[in-house]
């Protein structure tokens, strides 16, 4: 026996590389349909694109603006998102993916979020659908999909921030061997580093590196002379990003800067002058890995053996 379904007429324009339809994909694009009728001003499911041969799940008008919806439940390359959002945009279509469950059952990567993941709400998110759930979105500090993140929460976890970071330096990994050089030039240890560069809250995401090498970088940059957004942006070209396709890394590495600037300015480490970010205190470096923990849990370590 056969579920409704929908079919396209024999020989009629179709994607060529359309997959095949499962029962949830179905449910979840009509689920979709009946949600954004009500909440857009038109609501297109299935349209084909002549000028570029696609046909995405559904498009969606708010006023004069387009947006193109693929609702994703099975895996996918890079190479395909790629060029089905490549074409998209061919048209001046903002594009959305929706992941159906089947990305929900296991944790996502950082390279799979990368792929579909969107500037929602100022941060980086992708959008989810449950058939009892609902349209949800999930921000990248919680990559495993398990609950929904509404606000920026404090990260309590200085101690094994550093506790990582000794055994990075212990190891001699290599993804630090840029910086540990650079610092020792100027005779101070990766180690040391003032507790400022160890982020109080999580940053958008999208790095390929640890985060404290970034925030490290434009101290150092800062302890020199003030620097305009578009110096310390410069800075953020400088080192490995994720592969986006909705966005373009530059709008994610914009939007990284502000979030950490806003986060030192709160601390009172720098402060603004027009487009000038000055810093406002002289840095604490530490010698060894004792003396910065003393500083931080405020305890005599003199005695410890």
Known sequence: MNIPHFAHINESNCDVSAEGETVNHLQGKLALFALFIQKYDEVRLEPWLSQIKQRPDLMVRKGMNWFVIEFQCAPISLEKVQARTSGYRQLNYK????????????????????KFTVIYQQQLQVAF???????????WWQLDG????????????????LLKLQQAVIQAKPEIWSIQNELYKIKRLVIGIPWECHPQYPLPGGLKVAQWQVIV????????????????LKIMTEFPWQRFECISVKKVQKLWLNYLLDDLMSRGLIKRTGDTIVLA???????????KLQVLLKIDTTNFR
Do not use: C, H
């Open 281 to 291: 205190r002289t840095l604490k470096w530490f010698n060894t890995y004792q003396e």
């Open 146 to 161: 398990k609950s929904r993140v509404l606000n920026r929460q404090l990260v309590d976890n200085q101690p094994q921030q």
């Open 95 to 114: 594009v959305i993916w929706i992941l159906g469950e089947n990305y929900q059952r296991k944790r996502l990567q950082a390279r799979t979020f990368a």
């Open 129 to 139: 659908w449950q058939l009892t759930r609902g349209l949800f979105w999930q921000a």
């Open 217 to 232: 970088r434009v101290l150092l940059t800062l302890e020199k002379q003030p620097r305009t957004m578009l110096q310390l």
